[in-house]
Nanobody
């Protein structure tokens, strides 16, 4: 079982940037694909980005392509989500999640079994 702890959320103006961090611990931390999800008020949790265990494969959904970048530092067991040009519709609670798989091609909640507690991102002027 993995343990995941997110940080880096906050309030930012439209067009601004934030970098989220997710510290991953556990026996299989270095062999697990990691995903980022977000949940806006009244909406379902949405998968937005994933990175494979080695970092060689990444995928972003269309709504964040060109604005968000996922990366990982396996020496320090940390996964990052760099978010640029933020929009009000990016507002929500952001969660990182770990998979039992080394690579995930479909960013859906059922592919991830371990979850962090979430960090709030608010984009507003």
């Amino acid at each position: 079982q993995l343990q995941l702890v997110e940080s880096g959320g906050g309030l930012v103006q439209p067009g601004g940037s934030l970098r989220l961090s997710c510290v991953v611990t556990g026996f299989t931390a270095g062999r697990s694909a990691i995903g980022w999800f977000r949940q806006a008020p009244g909406k379902e949790r949405e998968g937005i980005s994933t990175i494979s265990a080695t970092g060689a494969f990444t995928k972003n959904v269309d709504s964040v392509k060109g604005r968000f970048t996922i990366s990982r530092d396996n020496i320090n067991n940390t996964v990052f989500l760099q978010m640029n040009n933020l929009k009000p519709e990016d507002t929500g609670v952001y969660y990182c999640a770990g998979s039992h798989l080394g690579v995930v091609f479909d960013i859906r909640t059922s592919n991830f079994g371990s979850w962090g507690q979430g960090t709030q991102v608010t984009v507003s002027s």
